[in-house]
């Protein structure tokens, strides 16, 4: 992936940001009120890395699943290669434990708390997606609270863009036709 980059790329739900390194991405970032803080936040913690455009193919490809999961595509972007080196390895564990979910479908705080052996962990594990640097490759908005009630969501339009992202998967959530279906939204 070479020495490292970051550019911005246009989707569904606005202009988003990724950014790589050696290692694979290093963050994704989903739209803010404009492209400039799109780019700022994208960049938050990050050593300097230069605009470049286009990116390499690898992150190019990122960017079209990214583009067509965004689009309504059933794109789970596994094949993503994400740099997680500076994170812990909870943060890890539950990462990849929400990148198994598939497009379309939830889990709450409290089943990834219990599949990692204690159900305790289940604001834990709400706090390591809220730190998420990688959204929607790592697809923390796949993830509720009990009772399919949203929980938070980080990014700009909070629980609001959370659901926006759920609608275009189709999610379905407690035995209901659609997320959305009746509702009006």
């Avoid at 970051?6 to 404009?34: K, M, R, Y």
């Avoid at 470049?52 to 789970?76: H, K, N």
């Avoid at 609001?160 to 759920?166: E, I, N, V, W």
Wanted: proline letters at 8%.
């Amino acid at each position: 992936m070479g020495d490292g980059g970051h550019t911005l790329f246009d989707t569904a739900i606005g202009v988003c940001g990724i950014a790589w390194g050696q290692g694979g991405v290093v963050a994704v970032q989903l739209p803010e009120a404009d492209a400039a803080r799109t780019r700022a936040r994208l960049l938050v913690g990050l050593p300097p890395l230069p605009e470049l455009s286009p990116p390499p193919a690898t992150v190019q490809a990122a960017i079209e699943g990214i583009q067509a999961l965004l689009m309504g595509e059933a794109r789970d972007l596994r094949e993503v290669p994400l740099d997680m080196t500076r994170l812990t390895p909870f943060q890890r564990e539950v990462y990849a434990m929400a990148r198994a979910i598939p497009p379309g479908q939830t889990r709450t705080y409290g089943e990834m708390a219990q599949a990692l052996g204690d159900a305790g962990l289940a604001r834990a594990v709400g706090q390591a997606l809220g730190h998420n640097p990688f959204a929607p490759v790592v697809p923390c908005h796949r993830v509720l609270a009990a009772g399919a009630r949203s929980g938070g969501f980080s990014a700009r339009g909070g629980v609001a863009t959370k659901l926006r992202m759920l609608q275009i998967e189709g999610a379905q959530i407690g035995g209901e036709p659609g997320l959305f279906d009746g509702d009006g939204a």
